[in-house]
């Protein structure tokens, strides 16, 4: 891949998010700033693109989000800007899956965990699905989207100028359940529905599509 600038990854402190900020450090990225509820997860991943970094001089930085608080997911992006400047790249990949990780403290609960038919589900429950992966992703792809409007125009590829210029990209994670239904999973269904929904819609009209 031919990647360049500064990178925020949500929900960067395990699983496909972790893997996505190792990536981009990988790759070449001049600066990975890494957020997630867990603020020592983060710092992990840290350590860890420093490592592999493809570019020498690049930098890792760590903070924490919820991303289920419309406070928190605006204090980030401040954060960001003072910290890398400019996002080039906005990856979200906070969410609950439908793992169960029975080792997990309550504030860090995950996956399904009561109900397996829409007669035994509570309202809690399905609103805890919606809270992060659709209403989370609400946050930051809308101030994902602020601060790149404002930012100024660059060549997407310094290698390759003729594949024209932006400024930013965001990219939002979904799943197979974004698509299709699978039993026993109405919450996370719903939820991962909705985000690319949300994405494509998002991303396709004017005033400046995303």
Known sequence: MDISGNALVIGGASGI???????????????????????????????????VAKD?????????????SEDSVRSLFKEAISILGRIDYCVNCAGYSVLVRKDSPPTLQIGVQEGTDIGSLSLAEFQRFLNVNTTGMFLVTREASIVMRSQENKPISDSAPGRGSTRGSIVNLGSASSLVASAGVLPYTASKHAALGLTKNSGKFPPIAL
Do not use: N, P, W
């Not at 020498?56 to 289920?68: E, G, I, M, Y």
């Open 17 to 51: 998010g972790k893997a996505c900020a190792l990536l981009l450090a990988k790759e070449g990225a001049s600066q990975v700033l890494i957020a997630d509820i867990s603020l020592a997860g983060a710092q992990d991943t840290v350590a860890e693109s420093v490592e």
């Open 56 to 68: 020498q001089s690049f930098r890792a930085h760590a903070l924490r989000v919820d991303t289920t």
